[in-house]
């Protein structure tokens, strides 16, 4: 059970007015009790438990950060997986079991408890859902498992008696609990008083399920249909923005784009008619995590003061990787998801016109089959200039992002991104497109100012003439000194950020 803890922000000596009947007790100071303001985040992955993209960064880092303010309470709910890391899975502790209701079903839900620094971890067990093998998403019955999962959320909140403040949910598969908490819940007293924050990290993927799933499945009263359809669908991140109290993305660039048709995917007209409870917060990164000073993954350990290990580990990498060990060559990363949305069909349009000037170009990443083949070819066709690795794989990508010069990320939509920052801490200096988050983080060069090089139009000439640029910024010793230091020295840890997050709950 989670202990009620209160903490004593001020002691105030009375000024008694009225008559006492004893001098001893006009001295008895008022002692004004401040509790701890209560968050839970919710969300489908968290790191360092498990991980599949940016999501799980953010839920492993943002609640760290809040933690270290001693007058919050920071606790987040996700999924007992079958796949979650065993270093871990050993240490956490049963604490109760009960049954959780997927509208007509009765479903087993255990709760295990694991508190990681400064923060207590929630995860919700149902082997049946969640000790699956491979990928935790992309199966038939994701619908079901997320509706299981959100309503289980509410319930181990209320078993456990740690009704928050604020619930902070995270992307469509935890939409359905702010539904169920303004919809349903609202009855009980306990989960009235909560405010919930939803923050859309993508809009793209939004939780549309076929109309009779409606009460079926979700279990959802027929009160709140016009909040949830959308589209003759069920669509549980149209829902959660329509109901919750405040509505958050990633970065203000995107909390802007996504009022337009081009980046909402059909959302446009509802993100506008809520946009008085929008915000756009930039994500940070855990810096102790990405750290090159002691990064153990790196072939040599450096830091702003001295880049000597830098050299090491580009010289190592080119070694790994077949390419010709050379200094003064510029290696350009890619480090991504194979898929559309991330540019790489600018990459695709110039690779090999960028591939004939004295390059060496490194893409590291799984996705749609159609772009591993053509990464592979190219690798093939380029030996000693280009090296594609079809992986996810932490240890590889931070030799990468340690040893390469520039780093490519021209997404055609991107609603933060924290590879960009993390190849700045690495001082791997970043060439993007001005969208989302890259557009907040990144500032082009001019000799003065910026940390990185960006373009605006989503064009592949433009790219290209942005990556000449930068190469040639390389070969001049001087300023891309200037250039990496600035890439290095920009603030990308969650420190002023987190703040932010402060002031919402506050509201
Ligand atoms: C999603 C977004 C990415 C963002 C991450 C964390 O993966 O696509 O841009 O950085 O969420 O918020």
Redesign the pocket.
């Known amino acids: 059970m989670a202990e009620k803890k209160s903490t004593v922000k001020s002691v105030k000596k009375t000024t008694t007015k009225a008559k006492t009947t004893t001098k001893r007790t006009s001295k008895i100071p008022a002692i004004k009790v401040v509790e701890k303001k209560k968050i839970v985040f919710l969300g489908s992955e968290a790191a360092p438990f498990i991980a599949t993209?940016?999501?799980a960064?953010?839920l492993g880092s943002l609640p760290k950060a809040l933690a270290r303010n001693k007058n919050l309470d920071v606790s987040v709910i996700i999924p007992l997986y079958g796949s979650i890391n065993p270093e871990f899975r050993s240490k956490f502790k049963f604490l109760t079991n009960f049954n959780v209701s997927v509208s007509w079903r009765l479903q087993y839900c255990g709760v295990f408890f694991y508190e990681h620094e400064g923060v207590k971890f929630y995860f919700i067990d149902n082997e049946f859902y969640f000790k699956r093998e491979g990928n935790i998403y992309g199966f038939y019955d994701d619908g079901e498992r997320f509706a299981f999962f959100s309503r289980a959320a509410l319930d181990t909140i209320a078993r456990l008696d740690i009704y928050p403040d604020v619930l902070h949910c995270n992307d469509w598969q935890t939409a359905a609990s702010i539904i169920y908490l303004k919809g349903m819940y609202y009855g009980d007293e306990n989960f009235r008083k909560i405010k919930s924050v939803f923050t859309i990290?993508?809009i793209e993927y939004q939780g549309i399920f076929p109309m009779d799933t409606y009460g079926d499945l979700f279990g959802f009263p027929e009160s709140i249909r016009n909040f949830v359809e959308f589209n003759d669908c069920v669509n549980l991140m149209k829902g959660a923005m329509e109901m919750t109290d405040l509505l958050t993305t990633?970065s203000p660039t995107y909390a802007e784009e996504i009022k337009n048709p081009f980046f909402a995917h059909h959302l446009e007209g509802i993100v506008n008619r809520n946009s008085s409870k929008l915000h756009g917060i930039l994500?940070g990164i855990d810096i102790d995590y990405y750290n090159p000073e002691k990064d153990k993954y790196l072939f040599s350990n450096y830091s702003v003061k001295d880049l000597s290990g830098k050299a090491v580990c580009k010289a190592e990498l080119q070694k790994m990787l077949g390419l010709p060990v050379r200094e003064d060559v510029p290696v350009i990363a890619i480090i991504s998801r194979l898929v559309s949305h991330k540019g790489l069909d600018l990459v695709k349009a110039v690779l090999e016109t960028l591939l004939v000037d004295d390059v060496q170009v490194v893409i590291l990443g799984k996705g749609e089959t159609y772009y591993e083949n053509y990464f592979m070819d190219v690798a093939n066709r380029y030996n000693g200039k280009c090296a594609t690795i079809i992986a996810y794989n932490q240890d590889l990508s931070r030799k990468i992002y340690s040893g390469a010069d520039l780093f490519l990320m021209p997404s055609k939509m991107?609603?933060?991104?924290?590879s960009q920052m993390i190849a700045s801490r690495y001082a791997t200096v970043p060439i993007v497109r001005e969208t989302?988050?890259l557009n907040d983080s990144i500032k082009s060069y001019d000799g003065e100012n910026g940390n990185g090089f960006t373009f605006h139009d989503y064009n592949a000439h433009d790219m290209l003439y942005v990556i000449n640029s930068a190469i040639r910024t390389f070969k001049d010793k001087t300023a891309w000194k200037d250039v990496q230091n600035r890439a290095m020295t920009t603030d990308f840890s969650w420190n002023g950020l987190a703040s932010k997050y402060e002031d919402l709950y506050d509201k």
Do not use: S, T
């Open positions: 993209g940016g999501l960064d953010v990290h993508n990633v994500n991107e609603p933060c991104g924290l989302g988050g």
